[in-house]
């Protein structure tokens, strides 16, 4: 990962998330006025901000160009109040802070992250059949899935099993912008969920290497990562174009599962009877779709295939 932009200066992060989040907001959004002179760049000065967390102008400074990098919570919560961050944000900026704080020591889960599932859930999968679902890993690695799970996601089985990555596939293969009809606020999602990690561990090897590769290929993912987002989606709808089985709404829960290994849940549902089921139904099964199509012209993935 290009650490001078993306990771391992801590205070870098967590001023370069301060400038982010300092030029979403206006005077008016807290109450200034925009005062005289003309505003070269968005969002509140430096000064501005500071007044409203109270904190010199020099200690904020110093904050954001990555030279004081030991806040006090206090301190932190009265940027996260000015700046109107909400749950999320907060919580990102004050684990900014905690990597801020341990300056170059590296940072380690106890465990390596998983790279496979239990049989236990392999045999929920199967149970929430014909209900599409897979489980993720913290970098989101598809790690199993049920059938429909898989034939969902239009064209993720040409890839090896070790390139299938959910954040891969929406920025990187071709029928995933035309497959989401919200396609901007998936891969949002996704980038969000990355920026996340990156603010507990942003030297952790499964996250910059996915990271470095995006940055490299994808000019939607670098724009994305700079801006910094860090709340998503957990549960909501989603429509489909599907290239197999037609345009389709599924609604869709994300579960954290427990253990620590950050993977997560992921199934999609709908009523019984309706026709959303039984496209859930075809998509299990693999009937009634176009399933001898040729593998799209994908570009090269980048990685090589990890063992699952």
Same mark, same amino acid.
């Given at each position: 990962?290009?650490?001078?932009?993306?990771?391992?200066?801590?205070?870098?992060?967590?001023?370069?998330?301060?400038?982010?989040?300092?030029?979403?907001?206006?005077?008016?959004?807290?109450?200034?006025?925009?005062?005289?002179?003309?505003?070269?760049?968005?969002?509140?000065?430096?000064?501005?901000?500071?007044?409203?967390?109270?904190?010199?102008?020099?200690?904020?400074?110093?904050? +954001?160009?990555?030279?004081?990098?030991?806040?006090?919570?206090?301190?932190?919560?009265?940027?996260?109040?000015?700046?109107?961050?909400?749950?999320? $944000?907060?919580?990102?900026?004050?684990?900014?802070?905690?990597?801020?704080?341990?300056?170059?020591?590296?940072?380690?889960?106890? +465990?390596?992250?998983?790279?496979?599932?239990?049989?236990?859930?392999?045999?929920?999968? $199967?149970?929430?059949?014909?209900?599409?679902?897979?489980?993720?890993?913290?970098?989101?690695?598809?790690?199993?899935?049920?059938?429909?799970?898989?034939?969902?996601?239009?064209?993720?089985?040409?890839?090896?099993?070790?390139?299938?990555?959910?954040?891969?596939?929406?920025?990187?293969?071709?029928?995933?912008?035309?497959?989401?009809?919200?396609? +901007?606020?998936?891969?949002?999602?996704?980038?969000?969920?990355?920026?996340?990690?990156?603010?507990?561990?942003?030297?952790?090897?499964?996250?910059?290497?996915?990271?470095? +590769?995006?940055?490299?290929?994808?000019?939607?993912?670098?724009?994305?990562?700079?801006?910094?987002?860090?709340?998503?989606?957990?549960?909501?709808?989603?429509?489909?174009?599907?290239?197999?089985?037609?345009?389709?709404?599924?609604?869709?829960?994300?579960?954290?599962?427990?253990?620590?290994?950050?993977?997560?849940?992921?199934?999609?549902?709908?009523?019984?009877?309706?026709?959303?089921?039984?496209?859930?139904?075809?998509?299990?099964?693999?009937?009634?779709?176009?399933?001898?199509?040729?593998?799209?012209?994908?570009?090269?993935?980048?990685?090589?295939?990890?063992?699952?």
């Amino acid at each position: 990962m290009a650490r001078e932009q993306h990771s391992g200066s801590g205070g870098g992060e967590l001023g370069r998330f301060l400038k982010a989040r300092r030029a979403r907001v206006t005077p008016a959004d807290v109450g200034l006025l925009a005062g005289p002179g003309l505003r070269r760049t968005p969002g509140l000065r430096r000064e501005e901000l500071a007044t409203l967390a109270g904190v010199s102008i020099d200690y904020y400074t110093r904050m +954001e160009r990555g030279r004081e990098t030991n806040p006090s919570p206090s301190v932190v919560d009265a940027l996260a109040t000015a700046l109107l961050l909400e749950e999320p $944000e907060r919580r990102h900026l004050r684990d900014l802070a905690a990597c801020a704080a341990r300056g170059a020591a590296p940072f380690r889960t106890a +465990e390596e992250p998983a790279t496979s599932v239990d049989p236990g859930m392999e045999l929920l999968l $199967e149970s929430l059949r014909p209900s599409p679902a897979h489980v993720v890993s913290r970098t989101m690695d598809v790690l199993a899935a049920n059938p429909g799970g898989l034939r969902l996601m239009a064209g993720l089985a040409d890839w090896p099993q070790g390139q299938r990555n959910i954040v891969r596939y929406v920025f990187l293969h071709p029928t995933a912008r035309v497959l989401f009809e919200d396609w +901007e606020i998936q891969i949002r999602g996704c980038v969000a969920r990355l920026r996340t990690l990156a603010g507990v561990e942003p030297d952790a090897p499964d996250l910059t290497g996915l990271v470095d +590769e995006l940055l490299a290929k994808s000019p939607d993912f670098a724009r994305l990562w700079e801006d910094y987002d860090v709340t998503g989606h957990s549960s909501g709808r989603k429509t489909f174009h599907h290239p197999d089985a037609g345009t389709f709404t599924l609604g869709y829960h994300s579960l954290q599962l427990d253990g620590g290994s950050g993977q997560r849940l992921v199934a999609y549902h709908a009523g019984p009877g309706t026709p959303e089921y039984d496209v859930m139904v075809r998509l299990d099964r693999g009937q009634d779709l176009d399933l001898d199509r040729e593998p799209a012209e994908t570009e090269a993935a980048g990685r090589a295939p990890r063992r699952h």
